[in-house]
């Protein structure tokens, strides 16, 4: 990647044509199993966005700053690891103290964003793609806030679908894949917009 794209349609990209689970499938367990209502979907949404924005701009300053000039670049899984697990701690500590209810509606999934492999897809596509801090940052909002918009729509359509008769093969997830297939198309209908590399 160029540093001369612009950071703005890096983020465009990432939330529409480069969705990071409707494109790169990331993340998926944590999307089918707190994809059922709305507002537990926007928690969650919102606890992804911050996380990912953030170890995205953490992990690019301990990448260039400590692995590159120690030669220890081998070491970036481990380390993308550890920051993002020392976050999802801190988001989940913050959010079980100002809001308990959503805290109870997450669950055990909350504490799953550790090992949300779309947190640590951003940090890595960063490397990968030879992105800018400001790039970086942007694709890790872009990131999350696409993941964000792919939940709240299927957690939007699955509340509608209680009130649907489906036939009973499709009845649960095999009814959740199928949208998110039919998502993952619709969103290609965006790939002439803009796209990254």
Known sequence: MTPEVSPLVILIAAIFTNNILLAN????????ACSTKIQTALGLGAAVIFVMTTTTAINYGVYHGLLVPLGLKYLQFIVFIA????FVQFVE?????FSP??????????????????????????IIRNYTFLQSVAF???GGAGWTLAIVLMAGL?????????????????ITMVITGVMAMIFMGFAGMVTIQ
Do not use: D, W
């Not at 500590?93 to 103290?97: N, S, T």
């Open 140 to 142: 890790g909002f872009g």
């Open 83 to 86: 920051v993002i697990a020392a």
């Open 25 to 32: 499938f990331l993340g998926m367990c944590s999307f089918l």
């Open 158 to 174: 699955r509340q509608k679908m209680g009130y649907s008769s489906i036939p009973r093969p499709f009845q649960g997830v095999a």
């Open 93 to 97: 500590m913050f959010v079980e103290r």
């Open 101 to 126: 209810p959503l805290y109870h509606a997450l669950g055990i999934f909350l504490p799953l964003i550790t090992v949300n492999c779309a947190i640590l897809g951003a940090s890595l596509f960063m």
